[in-house]
């Protein structure tokens, strides 16, 4: 059974950098597409970043990109997204989720995660 851990949350200032990790357990990373959504207080879940099973296609949401970096950590089986310049606006519980169905042609809005992590809070503060 394919089961994601998420951890690396905490609080920072705003221009800081924080660094996540989704440890997969029941499988290994290059057989899924994996990737985070976040979800702010009083918002609708929205999605981050999403890199394909071999880490070659990457699309990321366009409040972070050149700022967010998706990565795999092959010998720990895990996927990290290093956030780098943090905003207040990044404030979120960060999701890490794996496989399910998508369309690449718009994979951030079409990506319906078969496997999902128990949630890491970030708070920015400015």
């Known amino acids: 059974q394919v089961q994601l851990v998420d951890s690396g949350g905490g609080s920072v200032q705003a221009g800081t950098s924080l660094t996540l990790s989704c440890k997969l357990s029941?499988?290994?990373?290059?057989?899924?597409?994996m990737g985070w959504f976040r979800q702010a207080a009083g918002k609708e879940r929205e999605g981050v970043v999403i890199?394909?099973?071999?880490?070659?296609?990457?699309r990321y949401a366009d409040s972070v990109q050149g700022r967010f970096i998706i990565s795999q950590d092959r010998t720990n089986n895990a996927m990290i997204l290093q956030m780098n310049m943090l905003k207040s606006e990044d404030t979120a519980i960060y999701y890490c989720?794996?496989?399910?169905?998508?369309?690449?042609?718009?994979?951030?809005?079409?990506?319906?995660?078969?496997?999902w992590g128990q949630g890491t809070q970030v708070t920015v503060s400015s």
């Open positions: 989720a794996a496989g399910g169905s998508l369309s690449w042609s718009n994979p951030l809005s079409t990506w319906l995660p078969k496997h």
């Open positions: 029941g499988g290994t990373i290059n057989r899924y597409s």
């Open positions: 890199t394909d099973n071999v880490g070659v296609i990457t």
